[in-house]
């Protein structure tokens, strides 16, 4: 069997290795660097994958999030909502702009934010909502658009882990993750669904005034050449890193369908198993479904109940078995996020979701050896412990 990795890159690579040699070694016979053609061609690749008017690359997801709250204006003391169980970075641009974090609890099955915590947390100071589409499966959208348009607030959805995914309103009309909220961002980190080969990031939108300020607050406020209009940052995708989204964006469906078939072999093989419970996937499908897009399984991440997680961890990587607990610690609990106004009683969820998570290794090379030696060694564990 061959060793099993969380995410691995390797075999990806080998299946474009080809194009991405030879246009790496364009761009450095051509020394176009820096907002080369690539990037150009990136961006309107992107926009027309996603079915979005602008597609704006910069260095990273992080960068991708604070600059769309740049330029949607929001201003000290605002208060921005988002989900108390996901990545540092969506809280961190909030506290960094001096924006203030309102974090809530989140939904036990599909561990995105939860209405009505959300609902319940919106004061008159409130001026945006950051949904985040957690491990590859978009928050509720619809109900988070029709709160937003009743309270007069923006969306930027955190759609770092969603790329591709497909959000089916109730009344069957679809789109992409993304292209839903008032603007977005997503990251190009190497592991996330379309990686590169280092940093990158973009923010996607609609609205053609945004996109405007946007270009200009990532190349230093710039609108014309040396004439600084507003504060902005540094914050670009390289060619080089262009090229390699540029061979695999093509590639990203396919990407995602290996993704979910793993994760219907995991499920089959978790189904019944008392002590687990399996992702839920909803959005109109039922189970891990093949046709469409509903969830893009940036991680696939078991519920363990009764069971010692770390010592499950622990198991699997004795076994060869890399795992992850994404994520161990909630938002509102950690030293750089406090907050007095913060009530433990209101975060039970997410406090019970950081100690029954575990993520199993996913990515697009996982064959059914490696499926069936890690579900058998999950299984031996629970079924002794
Ligand atoms: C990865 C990630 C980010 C940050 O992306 P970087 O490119 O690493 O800066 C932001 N939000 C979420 C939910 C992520 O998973």
Redesign the pocket.
Known sequence: MKKIQMVDLKGQYAAIKETVDTTIQEIIDNASFVNGPKVHEFQKNLEDYLGVKHVIPCA??????QIAMMGLGLEQGDEVITADF??A??VEVIALLKLTPVLVDVNPDDFNIDIEALKKAITPKTKAIVP?H?FGQCANMEAIMEIAKEHNLYVIE?N??GIGATYTYSDGKKAKSGTIGHVA?T???PS?NLGCYG???AIFTNDDDLAHIIRGIVNHGMYKRYHHDVVGVNSRLDSIQAAVLNAKLPLLDSYNKARREAARKYNEAFKGVQKITIPKTINGCEGVCDTCDCHVF?QYTLKVKNVDRDALAKHLNDNGIPCGVYYPIPLHAQKAYKDARYNEADFTITNQLVKEVISLPMHTELDDQQINFITKTVKEFIANN
């Open positions: 990273n997801g992080t960068d991708a999030l996901t990545f970075a969506t985040v957690l955190d770092a882990q961002s990251s190009f980190f996330k940093d990158g990031g940036h």
